[in-house]
């Protein structure tokens, strides 16, 4: 079956502790992004990446990190997670001019 | 910053009546889609309209642009209780590495 997949789905942490939020697609898309989710605020894009080792900023990415090493991965990195980043965490992935996005199902993160 | 806002913020209406949500924008777009998310899931692609149509059906969904107000709505027809989720519009200026979302109407369907 064709998906996005994410892990963990939920997260508790405290302030300062690093994580990662895994996300995977079995789809050979080269596109990958990640959105978080506010109330009030829609979906606000974090950072893309066009293909492996290629990764670009969106309109939120302070406090966050991405790497882009396999072409089915697109890990999203908190080096020294805030209150603030309380968020429900949204990975999606599209092929190449596509412009459909296919999205995981979530990552819901709440800090301490 | 956001590109899209959604009106209204949230509908309720009776199954059976017709929905409609509007999305404004700022900036020129290339397309326009409008996608669904229930409760606290991913979004699900609806439909797409690009900035050369100005109408487009797909089952029970229709979906108008007006690039002269930076507008469109999506309309539902014969709501169902099913229908009950968020609905967001979405744009691109061509580059669909950036696409840019509204804030969402939540519609609720009462049986």
């Known amino acids: 079956e064709a998906q996005v997949t994410q892990n963990p789905r939920y997260l508790i942490t405290v302030t300062g502790k690093k994580l990662t939020v895994t996300c995977s697609q079995n789809?050979?898309?080269?596109?990958m992004s990640w959105y978080r989710q506010d109330p009030g605020l829609g979906l606000r894009q974090i950072y893309y990446?066009?293909?492996?080792?290629?990764?670009d900023k969106g309109d939120v990415p302070e406090g966050y990190k991405v790497s882009r090493k396999e072409k089915r991965n697109f890990p999203l990195i908190l080096e020294s997670p805030s209150p603030n980043q309380t968020s429900l965490y949204f990975c999606?992935?599209?092929?190449?001019?596509?412009?459909?996005?296919?999205f995981g199902p979530g990552t819901r993160l709440l800090v301490l | 910053s956001q590109q899209g806002e959604e009106d209204p913020q949230a509908l309720s209406i009776q199954e059976g009546e017709n929905a409609t949500m509007n999305c404004s924008y700022k900036?020129?777009?290339?397309?326009l889609q409008w996608y669904r998310q229930n409760s606290g899931r991913g979004l699900v692609h609806l439909i797409l309209?690009?900035?050369?149509?100005r109408e487009k059906h797909s089952g029970r969904l229709r979906v108008t642009l007006d690039t002269s107000k930076k507008s469109s709505s999506l309309l539902i027809t014969a709501s169902r209780a099913a229908d009950t989720a968020s609905y967001f519009c979405?744009?691109?200026?061509?580059?669909?590495?950036?696409?840019?979302f509204g804030t969402g109407t939540k519609l609720q369907v009462i049986p």
């Open positions: 999606a992935s599209t092929w190449t001019g596509g412009e459909t996005q296919y």
């Open positions: 789809m050979n898309h080269e596109y």
């Open positions: 990446s066009m293909n492996v080792e290629v990764t």
């Open positions: 900036t020129s777009i290339n397309n």
């Open positions: 309209i690009r900035s050369n149509e």
């Open positions: 979405a744009t691109d200026d061509g580059g669909y590495q950036k696409v840019t």
